[in-house]
């Protein structure tokens, strides 16, 4: 198997794990990023792969973000590359044709938590903090945070967590829909292995095509993406997994799903 950069990829039936390993707080680095872009885009090539587990290893932290010695020096140059590296690797993993499950099982700072953000669904433990505190030393979140977060949380409390610097628990990010569940300490990867059976269950064509479908909506228009919703349920017409799943459903079986 490939090695990634301080990830570490397994692989159990339908479902990847990665696991964020760069101790003591797993901060992203200029070689790690290339290699959570390179890991997505093998795993897309991997058709019985359906759903995608990211974590911290250990329990204190999922991610700490960058590494804040990188830009000590105000290295112009630096930024750029970095800037880059950090938009490709989150862009990717935004774009996973299957389902992205982060588990934020500590502290998710600065990119750590635009990692999670990229993901498609989010499970924080109840001692996990989550911020952008970026502002505080006179930067700003270039992952997605500027965009992501505020598609989840609304644009105030946004601003609370980027112009304020402000740092929320688990629980304030489960009542403000930064994350969709909260766990004991120690329980969300149990958490996100039992949605990944329920990603399982469905034909992961249809998931591929539903999810491009609802992320599409932070950018065209709802008259654009209902005529792109229409196509899209015609072309499955042209897959195995469309008429699997309707016969599976006639003859009372569970399907078989191909994933083409």
């Not at 982060?102 to 996990?128: F, K, P, Q, S, T």
Request: proline letters at 4%; aromatic letters at 6%; charged letters at 20%.
């Amino acid at each position: 198997m490939t090695d990634y950069t301080n990830l570490k990829l397994s692989i159990d039936g339908h479902t990847a794990t990665v696991t964020l390993n760069n101790p003591p707080a797993h901060t992203w680095t200029m070689e790690s990023l290339p290699a959570l872009k390179q890991l997505v885009d093998d795993l897309n090539a991997k058709k019985d792969v359906y759903a995608l587990i990211i974590h911290g290893d250990g329990e204190k932290f999922f991610s700490a973000g960058a590494d804040l010695n990188n830009f000590a020096e105000g290295n112009k140059g630096q930024a750029i590359s970095m800037a880059i590296a950090f938009g490709e690797a989150f862009a990717a993993l935004s774009a996973y044709r299957g389902v992205s499950i982060a588990v934020i099982n500590g502290y998710a700072m600065g990119g750590g938590l635009e990692c999670a953000l990229a993901c498609d669904i989010r499970i924080a433990e109840e001692h996990a903090q989550m911020a952008l505190p970026e502002t505080g030393v006179g930067l700003l979140p270039c992952a997605g945070g500027t965009q992501n977060l505020p598609w989840l949380v609304g644009e105030g409390w946004a601003k609370r967590m980027i112009l304020c610097g402000e740092r929320i628990d688990a629980e304030t990010a489960l009542r403000i829909g930064l994350v969709e569940e909260m766990t004991a300490k120690g329980e969300g990867l149990v958490a996100a292995q039992a949605l990944a059976q329920k990603v399982a269950k469905q034909s992961p064509v249809a998931v591929s095509a539903s999810k491009t479908l609802i992320q599409a909506a932070r950018n065209t228009p709802p008259a654009q993406n209902l005529i792109h919703e229409r196509e899209a349920f015609v072309k499955l017409f042209d897959t195995q997994d469309q008429r699997e799943g309707v016969q599976a459903f006639l003859e009372k079986r569970k399907p078989t799903w191909q994933n083409k």
